[in-house]
């Protein structure tokens, strides 16, 4: 494979995690505030301590800080037409729309969720403006059996946002798992129901996690997709858009939790 990683060693305990500098875990017990997500085209500038998310298609988004920074989550080697060159990509290989095994290399920092088998992988990627990290799980293998440590939950520390991507879940993260997550401020989950944790269990998570922004992915139906939402109804508001993209704060986080459902779009160059 093409891609370089930063660092490959088996998945550290919690307890070291939490060592690491974190504003997430440093902030776990936080409550969010203030009302408004704004609607933007992924490439207009990003406002000061704001941050654009764009849903490309089923687990890839687009983040983009006001510095210009832009981070594509489970990156598989295309985003569209825009002549864009990602400054970080992370990658899952449960399944191969999660990742590519040929990564432009003009892509600085290309971050796979897995190492070696079993092992996992640990990610620090810290670029000033952005810091990245991981959080190992494990996934089923397509012909039965698993691989620990396969899956990596990532979580982006931006604008003193924490914004987590939960990957290709296929179980109830552990208590320790839950603390190196820490406090997200907005997360997106995976809710096909069926690849991925069932519909119930990954409720179950996003409730513990108590997010105030939730963005479903992966979902593969627009009945799959009610079903979600209908299970989330009575704890967070919806918000359904005619959009692939909005703007965040950490000073524009609803006061109630709320799911918001985007319109995946691939990166146009004509925008």
């Known amino acids: ?24 875990i440093a ?27 764009h849903h490309i298609a089923h687990a890839s988004f687009l983040i983009r800080t006001p510095g210009g920074l832009n981070v594509v989550t489970d990156f598989t080697g ?12 992370t990658m899952n290989h449960a399944h191969e729309t999660h990742w590519t095994a040929h990564p432009d290399p003009a892509i600085p920092h290309v971050l796979p969720g897995w190492g070696a088998f079993g092992e996992g992988i640990d990610h620090h990627l810290d670029l000033g403006e ?11 293998s397509p ?14 520390e931006v604008a003193g946002l924490c914004i987590g991507h939960l990957g290709h879940l296929h179980h109830m993260p552990s208590d320790a798992q839950f603390a190196a997550i820490g406090r997200l401020d907005v997360v997106m989950a995976p809710v096909d129901g069926g690849l991925t944790l069932p519909l119930p269990e990954m409720i179950a998570v996003l409730r513990r996690l108590r997010s ?18 209908a299970g989330m109804a009575d704890d967070f508001e919806i918000d359904i858009r005619d959009a692939p993209s909005f703007e965040v704060s ?7 939790p709320t799911v918001v459902v985007l319109r995946p779009a691939f990166l146009n160059g004509d925008e």
């Open 1 to 24: 494979m093409l891609f370089t990683v930063l660092t490959l060693r088996a998945a550290v305990p919690s307890q070291a995690q939490d060592r690491r500098p974190s504003h997430c």
């Open 27 to 53: 902030i776990a017990d936080a409550m969010p505030g203030g009302a408004v997500l704004h609607r933007a085209a992924w490439n207009d500038p990003v406002p000061e301590q704001m941050v654009r998310l």
């Open 130 to 140: 952005v810091l990245v990290r991981n959080v190992p799980t494990d996934i089923r």
């Open 143 to 156: 012909g039965g059996g698993g691989e620990a440590n396969g899956n990596s939950i990532f979580i982006f």
């Open 250 to 256: 950490l000073r524009t986080l609803p006061s109630r």
């Open 78 to 89: 295309f985003t569209g037409s825009a002549a864009m060159i990602p400054d970080v990509v």
């Open 212 to 229: 105030s922004v939730v963005i479903p992915m992966h979902w593969f139906s627009g009945t799959g997709l009610r079903g979600f939402l």
